[in-house]
């Protein structure tokens, strides 16, 4: 009996999402797998179990990955460009019509404010879908006409291919957003997918499988596999031999690991990791903007977000302004549960990160920093206590080689140096081994676009952050990341180009 027909009446008993029990979907069917093996799903609010997750193991990998190349030879590989491309914006809308079931979903794992999620995680998780349809369909391809002896000449022409099986290994920051921001282009460019979803936040991934199914993609097509990395779901599709592709979005040493694992058989990595982003404030800013955009940088998604702003910049004369007025800006977040009116802060993703936050902050105490605000676990009501609660915190006074200003703690909290000049400013923000993001601020649009070009980083924000135009180029430079995502620019991994010369 193959691994497929042995997943197959697990498959038949549960073909519905359940909320409570996260199963994986492979060809088009959700499975409890056979490992035997599950681990508890848990709310970052309060601390309580709210469901079980089955852990994927090789078996259900191997069925995974099965499914999504034959699907790849089948109905999917055979579909016309305008058919491909009118499902994924069907998907879209079958996301949009289930809006709510998603907000839940995604409300559930991660505890952010339900604000938060219903503006950017779910909207854009839906908008994946179509922009990315829409790339394909009015991407141009090159051509190139050469002259020959004999003078008849010859012509070149380029085609684009899938490159096929794409594994998408995921984070829990914006599960769905992040996720979709790779199967979108992934299905899009004519690939089928395997994905892991973050052990933290598997809900939406899940919940996706459904839609699928409701628009007719067909079977195959879309896999999810639940589990760990190491000796789990992760490293068993990494390394699995029927991946051509890997894209990869989480912390920098994982992106090493996985690299390493794609080198076995030279497959093409995609990778967006870590940063430690700058934040420069001019003197000559418009102080409002500068403060509302950092309080976003800083703040938003508990500062769980890799483009965050985790060093800050300022010019001296504003720098004391700048720091008070941050400081009030962070004692007004309001933390609680994500449908509490007014919320705009919510908890670490995990017990296990909250303490990894919390160490940041001991240790910046230790490297002699001052705490202008937070510092430690905020005072909660007694039925949040249990949660993954951390402060919001503001720190000053430390060196430039201090391991707070040098490591990514992803968690709600800045370090804001001062500087005398331009160049002092730049050779500062430049002074580490990330390279993802910076946010520039100053009404001096002449420096502005002098400095930007000088930052060692993929992406750089004047006078606004996280602005998001998906055609642009997204990736990072340095330790952030190998490649670009976004537009035409994920072609270069989502396809194969092959060249086609024709003598005339
Ligand atoms: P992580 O690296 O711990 O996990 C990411 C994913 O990789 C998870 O699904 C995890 O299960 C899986 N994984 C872990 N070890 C693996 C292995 N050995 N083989 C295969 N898969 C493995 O990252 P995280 O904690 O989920 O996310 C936070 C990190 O992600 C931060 O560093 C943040 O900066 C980064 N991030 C980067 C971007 C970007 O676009 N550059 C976006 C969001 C988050
Ligand atoms: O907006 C995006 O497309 C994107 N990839 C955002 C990444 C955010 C990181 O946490």
């Given at each position: ?120 995680d ?7 879908f ?45 599960p ?20 892991k ?9 899940a ?16 896999n999810?596999?639940n ?15 029927g ?19 794609a ?18 404030v001019?003197?000559?800013c ?32 504003i ?46 105490k230790?490297?002699?920093?001052t705490?202008i ?17 951390v ?30 000049t331009e ?21 001096n ?28 180029a ?12 976004g537009?035409?620019?994920g ?14």
């Amino acid at each position: 009996m193959s691994l497929a027909q042995e997943l197959e009446p697990q498959a038949q008993a549960g073909t519905r999402f359940r909320v409570d029990e996260v199963m994986h979907f492979i060809n088009g069917a959700y499975t409890a797998g056979t490992s035997g093996r599950t681990f508890d799903n848990i709310n970052p609010v309060t601390g309580e179990k709210t469901g079980i997750i089955h852990e994927a193991l090789k078996p259900e990998v191997d069925a995974a990955v099965t499914a999504a190349r034959q699907a790849l030879r089948g109905p999917w590989g055979k579909l016309s460009l305008a058919q491909r491309t009118n499902l994924l914006h069907a998907v879209a809308d079958e996301i949009n019509r289930r809006f709510d079931d998603f907000l839940e979903a995604e409300i559930l794992d991660t505890g952010k404010p339900r604000s938060l999620a219903s503006h950017i995680d779910i909207p854009r998780g839906a908008a994946n879908f179509k922009v990315f349809a829409d790339t394909v369909k009015n991407a141009p391809t090159e051509a190139f006409e050469f002259d020959t002896p004999d003078g008849n000449g010859a012509l070149n022409y380029a085609v684009r291919k899938p490159k096929g099986v794409i594994a998408v290994i995921s984070p829990w920051n914006l599960p769905l957003l992040l996720m979709t921001w790779k199967v979108g282009p992934a299905l899009a460019c004519g690939n089928t997918v395997v994905v892991k979803p973050s052990e933290e936040t598997p809900r939406t991934t899940a919940l996706l499988g459904e839609v699928m199914n409701a628009v007719g993609v067909p079977p195959g097509v879309f896999n999810v596999v639940n589990g760990f990395g190491p000796n789990s779901a992760g490293a068993y599709l990494t390394e699995h031999p029927g991946v051509d592709g890997i894209t990869f979005t989480g912390e920098t040493r994982t992106g090493e690991i996985i690299t390493q694992a794609a080198a076995i058989g030279l497959r093409h990595v995609s990778m967006e990791c870590g940063g430690k982003n700058p934040g420069i404030v001019f003197a000559d800013c418009d102080i409002e903007k500068a403060i509302e955009g950092t309080m976003r940088s800083v703040f938003a998604n508990c500062g769980q977000v890799c483009l965050g702003t985790e060093r800050v910049y300022v010019e001296r004369p504003i720098f004391d302004d700048f720091v008070a007025r941050l400081k009030a800006g962070a004692e007004g977040l309001k933390l609680g549960r994500p449908d509490a009116p007014g919320t705009n802060l919510g908890p670490a993703i995990s017990a296990e990160h909250q303490q990894k936050i919390l160490s940041y902050y001991e240790l910046a105490k230790e490297e002699g920093a001052t705490v202008i605000t937070g510092g430690g676990i905020p005072e909660m009501p007694d039925d949040l206590k249990g949660g993954a609660w951390v402060e919001p915190t503001i720190l000053t006074g430390l060196s430039e080689d201090a391991r707070v200003v040098k490591e990514e703690v992803f968690g709600p909290v800045c370090h804001i140096q001062p500087f005398d000049t331009e160049d002092e400013a730049i050779a500062m923000a430049n002074d580490t081994r990330y390279g993802l993001a910076a946010a520039i601020w100053t009404e001096n649009l002449t420096r502005a676009h002098r400095v930007a070009p000088r930052l060692d980083v993929g992406i750089v924000w004047i006078n606004s952050w996280f602005l998001r135009d998906l055609r642009t180029a997204f990736g990072g430079a340095k330790h952030s990341g190998i490649g670009r995502e976004g537009g035409v620019h994920g072609f270069e991994f989502y396809t194969e180009l092959s060249n086609i010369c024709i003598k005339l």
